[in-house]
C-alpha cells in the first residue's frame, strides 16, 4: 500500500521540517518531493504536514505516520538483505557527537549490530570540532556531529536551534558576567556561544568545562551556571532560559552525516548505517528520561 520511495521522501521531511532540505537530502528536485509526499497522504487517506508561509510541521496522523514508515522500510530492508544472500562484513569506524549520549542513538545502533553482525563496529564518542578533525585525517569511515554553518558540508539529518538551558532554579545577575558550562576547544557550541557574548558585548566567565555532556549536565542541574544546547536535546532536569534571563539569541543547528575516505571494505557498511541513522532520526531529538 505504502511505496519506500515515498516512506523515504516523507521522513527525509519530518526530520528536517524543510521540503528544500528534504530535496537536497535525497538529491531530487522540490517537486518531486512534493509529489511524493502528496501521493502518501493520498494513499493514506490523510494529510501528514501541515504547511504554511511559517514552515512544516507534522500533522497527528504525521506523527503516527513515522513509526509505521520505519517500520515498513526495515522490514523491507531485512528482506531485500536476505534474498540478495549478502552480508556485510569488516570494520566500520564511526564518530558521534557528545550530543547523543542522552538519546536514542543506542537503539539505532542496536538495530545496525542486529541486522549486520558481522560489521566490526569501532564507535568513537567526541567533540564534534574533533570529530572533523579525525575524520580529515583519515581516522573514521562516518560520523555524526554538528557542522559550523548551514552550508557546510555534510548530509542533513535535522535542523535544530542552539538555546540557553539552565537549572529551573537558576537566575542571572545582569551586572555580573554570564557564568558559562562549556565543551573544551574546539567545540562547536562552545566557540557560537562565546562568539555571540562577544558580539553582543556581553562579559562572561567559564564556571565549568568538560569534554563529558553527563559533567556539564550535572554542574547546571547544580546551578553553577548556563549552557548552549540543542533546544531538542535538553536534557531532563533542565530547561531553556526565558528571555526575560537577557541573553542573546544563539541561531540554528545542523546536525549532519560526513562521510570519511572512502575504502571499498568500509563504505558499504557505512552507507547502511547512514541509511539506518536517516530513517530513523527523528529518535535522535528525543532526550531519554
Known amino acids: 500500500m505504502f511505496e519506500p520511495v515515498q516512506l523515504r521522501t516523507f521522513l527525509a521531511v519530518a526530520q528536517t521540517l524543510s521540503f528544500t532540505q528534504a530535496a537536497q537530502r535525497l538529491g531530487v528536485r522540490q517537486s518531486t518531493v512534493s509529489q511524493q509526499v502528496r501521493r502518501l497522504e493520498e494513499a493514506a487517506g490523510s494529510r501528514l504536514f501541515a504547511r504554511d508561509t511559517h514552515g512544516v510541521e507534522l500533522t497527528e496522523d504525521g506523527e503516527a505516520m513515522l513509526g509505521f514508515a520505519r517500520t515498513i522500510l526495515e522490514a523491507n530492508e531485512r528482506a531485500a538483505g536476505f534474498f540478495a544472500g549478502t552480508r556485510l562484513r569488516g570494520r566500520l569506524r564511526f564518530g558521534v557527537s557528545e550530543d547523543f549520549v542522552l538519546t536514542r542513538l543506542p537503539e539505532i545502533l542496536a538495530g545496525f549490530r542486529y541486522e549486520h553482525p558481522e560489521v566490526d563496529l569501532e564507535l568513537t564518542v567526541e567533540l564534534s570540532g574533533t570529530l572533523h578533525q579525525r575524520l580529515d585525517a583519515g581516522q573514521l569511515d562516518l560520523c555524526l556531529a554538528k557542522r559550523d554553518g548551514a552550508d557546510g558540508p555534510g ?23 554570564v557564568p558559562l558550562i562549556v565543551f573544551p576547544p574546539p567545540g562547536i557550541t562552545r566557540a557560537r556561544a562565546l562568539d555571540v557574548l562577544e558580539r553582543h558585548g556581553r562579559p562572561w566567565r567559564v564556571a565549568c568545562t568538560s569534554a563529558s555532556l553527563s559533567g556539564l549536565v550535572a554542574a547546571a542541574r547544580a546551578g553553577l551556571g548556563v549552557m548552549a544546547h540543542a533546544q531538542g536535546l535538553i536534557p531532563a532536569g533542565l530547561v531553556r532560559l526565558p528571555g526575560r534571563a537577557g541573553l542573546p539569541e544563539l541561531g ?8 570519511g575516505r572512502r575504502q571499498a571494505r568500509a563504505q558499504e557498511a557505512a552507507d547502511a548505517l547512514a541509511e539506518a541513522i536517516l530513517a530513523g532520526g527523528d529518535r535522535l531529538h528525543r532526550p531519554l528520561p
Open 155 to 177: 548530509q542533513l539529518v535535522w535542523r535544530d536551534k542552539l538555546v540557553w538551558i539552565g537549572s529551573g532554579q537558576l537566575r542571572l545577575d545582569p551586572r555580573r558576567p
Open 252 to 259: 540554528g543547528v545542523d546536525f549532519v552525516l560526513l562521510h
